[in-house]
């Protein structure tokens, strides 16, 4: 690569800084199974521990497609074969409530076309999601639910919002397969991928909590405020990300947005995928498993409720964006290229055509600046 080129990216993270836009951050570059570029931006240092937020939902991924591998998950079964909870399941519309015609699959909770949706205030599935949300903390917290099954059977009582299979909405999908994989493997969701995934990549300081004695290493958590510019985020946004007790057990092992990690660490679980699912002569799962899980999934219909910024001209399938025409998406990338992103703006790419892995972390409440992002792409591919 071009290192000349790559050096652009200092000069776009200090535009960044200089209009207040951005504080903390840390860039990883690899290419080729070398690491071409790697900055840290004050007060942000290179062992920074980021919840990553929605990052999480390709590990679960991985940890599914291993129980796929191994013939213990069909991506055809129903949801309700584990969790007894949605046998009944209700679609919750302003029409109001009626019994759903189809059962969510597995297939539709790993394309996040099962219709369970985030808490929210747009629409009635959302607002009734909010207090059933509500309840399951309280109730995972008092020790009522005393298992990860067990909220998600409660989070079953929200119902979904519209017939599962009909299209692509963004929820709580991948969190309600964390607690299938804690049932067929009888283990909890952070012991799972302890075993099966941190421990083969050597992804030391990967969790659903900050370990004991790492807790100066968490990044400063920011907020925008009303002129764009980031300030330090208060207790009351700490609390609305669940990231007031960042050392404590959380109430749920959420396979959706969960974990805490390290840009170090989590290139190793992107050279996994860049090495189709071996790292280091060890194989967490094979080519053609590898294969399925970055593979378009979404039909046409399905595609159409895509509607987010980062996916433009891309499709989905398995947590994973998979871009599919880059002109759609004004990118100087390559087809194929998948990875995600994060709550507080953490976001990968891995490139299989150019043997390229990109991963960015900050601690911003509200998403990415996607502008932003894609210029840090732009400059990447440039270099390449």
């Known amino acids: 690569m071009n290192i000349r080129k790559l050096n652009r990216l200092d000069t776009l993270i200090e535009m960044q800084r200089e209009q207040g836009r951005l504080q903390g951050a840390t860039i990883l570059v690899e290419h080729k199974g070398k690491r071409v570029y790697e900055n840290q931006y004050e007060p942000d240092r290179q062992d920074s521990i980021y919840k ?3 990052m999480t939902k390709p590990v679960t991924a991985v940890a599914a497609m291993i129980l796929y591998e191994r013939g213990l998950l069909d991506p055809m079964s129903k949801v309700s074969e584990y969790l007894p909870g949605y046998v009944d399941c209700k679609v919750v519309s302003s029409d109001g409530i009626k019994r759903a015609r189809n059962e969510i699959t597995i297939k539709d909770l790993l394309n996040m076309t099962s219709g369970i949706v985030y808490s929210g205030d747009f629409g009635e599935a959302e607002r009734l999601m909010s207090k059933i949300y509500k309840e399951a903390r309280t109730q995972s917290e008092s020790g009522i639910l005393k298992s990860s099954a067990d909220i998600c059977n409660k989070i079953a009582e929200a119902g979904v919002a519209f017939e599962p299979g009909e299209t692509f909405r963004y929820g709580h999908s991948a969190d309600i397969m964390g607690g299938i994989i804690e049932v067929i493997s009888g283990q909890k969701l952070s012991e799972f991928f302890k075993k099966e995934i941190f421990t083969p990549l050597n992804m030391e300081d990967t969790d659903f909590k900050i370990g004991e004695g790492k807790e100066f290493r968490q990044a400063v958590l920011y907020r925008r405020d009303k002129n764009g510019k ?40 992107a050279q996994m995928l860049l090495n189709k699912g071996s790292y280091h002569g060890k194989e967490l799962i094979g080519r053609r498993t590898f294969a399925y899980m970055t593979s378009p999934q979404l039909t046409d219909k399905q595609l159409q409720t895509l509607d ?17 025409d880059p002109a759609k998406g004004c990118s100087n990338g390559s087809v194929g290229e998948y990875g995600w992103d994060g709550k507080a703006g953490t976001y990968f790419f891995v490139d299989p055509t150019e043997e390229l892995i990109f991963i960015y ?23 390449c």
């Open 52 to 54: 990553i937020f929605s």
């Open 230 to 269: 980031v300030v330090r985020a208060e207790d009351d946004v700490r609390r609305r990300l669940e990231m007031e007790n960042p050392s404590a057990d959380p109430w749920w092992e959420k396979g959706g947005s969960g974990l805490y990690s390290t840009a170090n660490d989590y290139a190793h679980f």
């Open 308 to 324: 987010f910024e980062a996916c433009i001209g891309y499709n989905y399938g398995n947590y994973f964006r998979i871009l599919t």
């Open 361 to 383: 972390m900050q601690q911003i409440e509200g998403d990415c600046d996607y502008s932003f992002i894609r210029g840090l792409k732009q400059i990447v591919y440039g270099a």
